[in-house]
Structure formats: structure tokens, C-alpha cells
């Protein structure tokens, strides 16, 4: 069956520190892939999404992730972080063509200022 | 504009009984789905359904039962309430494949079963 890891369940950061975060994903055939962001109390916004095309995504508010083919990986990043990041980070993945979403477990992040 | 509402956001309620939630989209998409995240944040996927038919029916027990009147509309029934049910509960909305789509999501209704 198709499965979503996340290996970092809590991640701390200082403010301006780099950031990475881990996506791995079992599946061999095309998949589509996204980062979802949840900020306190509200609902999951889309971060970046692969489709296709040049493996290295950017997204929004500095984030990029780059996809790995031969890893299954598809790892966040944010070269410097700031306390509004602090959030709880979802990576998702989708067969190509089909509905279901597979969601990883979240990394909780939280960065001090 | 609010692209996917949910309606009550929040929902207290006793075991036993039997409550709904709405979701509307107003993005034009065919596609809509409701997941279920527990206490320690698991999204997991519970229905989808597309131009009003049900595509996607992961392991839910039946007292939960969605309804899609039409398309832009997709809403959770759920009866005999447990307090195992207790959870956040987020609607979403796609456009179809093999578009670029992107899950939109709902706000979330916080359920609290007593």
C-alpha cells in the first residue's frame, strides 16, 4: 500500500536557523507531490506542489523542496526560518491521475525567537 | 470570498446522538472529500466524491454517512456518536485529474464527543 513518512515528529529550531524536513513515500509509478503548511487553529494551506518539469519546487514564504527521484524523497527546506513559521508541516502524496491523497503523520515545528 | 466552508466550526455534542456537518466550495470543482485528524494530527482521507458520486469509501464505520446533494456541496452525517469520533474534521475540494489540482481545505469543524 502507498504510505507517507515523516521522521521528524517534532523539530526546534532558533530564529534564522536552516531548515529541513523529511518526506519519503512508497510508491513506483508517477506520483504528484505536495507540502501543506497548518498554522495554529487553521486549516492546511498549500506550501508547493511537484507535478512534473524541474525537480527543485519553490513555494511560498521562502520554502522550496526538491524531488529525488531514486530516494522516493521529497524533503522541505527553508534556509532561514522565523518564529511565524512555527506550524505543524504535512507532506502529501498522489498517484497520478487518481483522487486519493495519502497525507505523512506531520512535523511539528516551532521556531524561538 | 471563502473558497470551502464548513459549517457548525464547532460542534459539542453527547454520545449517542446524531449530529451533521456542510461543506460548500465555491471553486468550481468537481471533486470533494472529507478527512478525519485525530488528537495527534493524522490526516486521514475518509470520503471523496466526484459530480456527486462516491469514489473514494476508506474503512469508516457506516454511522458515518456522506451526502453530496450537488457538486459543490458535500456533507458528513454522522450518527450514534462514540467518543472515539472526537476529532477535527476538514473538507476539501479538487479540481479533477489530470489537471494540476490542488486539495483545497475547509477550515475544519472541531468535534467534541461527551
Known amino acids: 500500500a502507498q504510505s507517507v513518512s515523516q521522521h521528524n515528529h517534532h523539530v526546534i529550531l532558533s530564529e534564522a536557523a536552516s531548515l529541513e524536513l523529511g518526506c519519503n513515500y512508497s510508491y513506483g509509478g508517477t506520483v504528484n507531490l505536495f507540502w501543506y503548511v497548518q498554522y495554529p487553529g487553521q486549516h492546511l494551506q498549500l506550501l508547493l506542489k511537484?507535478?512534473?518539469?524541474?525537480?527543485l519546487v519553490k513555494g511560498i514564504k521562502g520554502f522550496e523542496a526538491e524531488f529525488i527521484k531514486s530516494k522516493f524523497s521529497f524533503n522541505l527546506r527553508k534556509p532561514s526560518v522565523q518564529w511565524s513559521d512555527t506550524a505543524e508541516y504535512f507532506c502529501?502524496?498522489?498517484?497520478?491521475?487518481?483522487?486519493?491523497?495519502?497525507f505523512g503523520t506531520g512535523t511539528r515545528l516551532k521556531v524561538l525567537a | 470570498d471563502t473558497a470551502v466552508s464548513q459549517t457548525p466550526k464547532y460542534l459539542v455534542t453527547q454520545m449517542g446522538n446524531d449530529k451533521s456537518i456542510k461543506c460548500e466550495q465555491n471553486l468550481g470543482h468537481d471533486t470533494m472529500y472529507w478527512y478525519k485528524q485525530d488528537s495527534k494530527k493524522f490526516l486521514k482521507i475518509m470520503f471523496s466524491?466526484?459530480?456527486?458520486?462516491?469514489?473514494i469509501n476508506e474503512t469508516v464505520p457506516n454511522r458515518f454517512s456522506p451526502k453530496s446533494p450537488d457538486k459543490a456541496h458535500l456533507n458528513l452525517h454522522i450518527n450514534s456518536l462514540e467518543l472515539g469520533d472526537s476529532a477535527v474534521y476538514f473538507c476539501a475540494s479538487s479540481q479533477d485529474p489530470p489537471f494540476q489540482e490542488t486539495q483545497y481545505f475547509g477550515p475544519g469543524t472541531r468535534l467534541l464527543v461527551l
Open positions: 466524491y466526484n459530480n456527486k458520486e462516491l469514489i
Open positions: 511537484y507535478f512534473s518539469g524541474d525537480p
Open positions: 502529501a502524496v498522489k498517484n497520478s491521475g487518481t483522487y486519493k491523497y495519502i
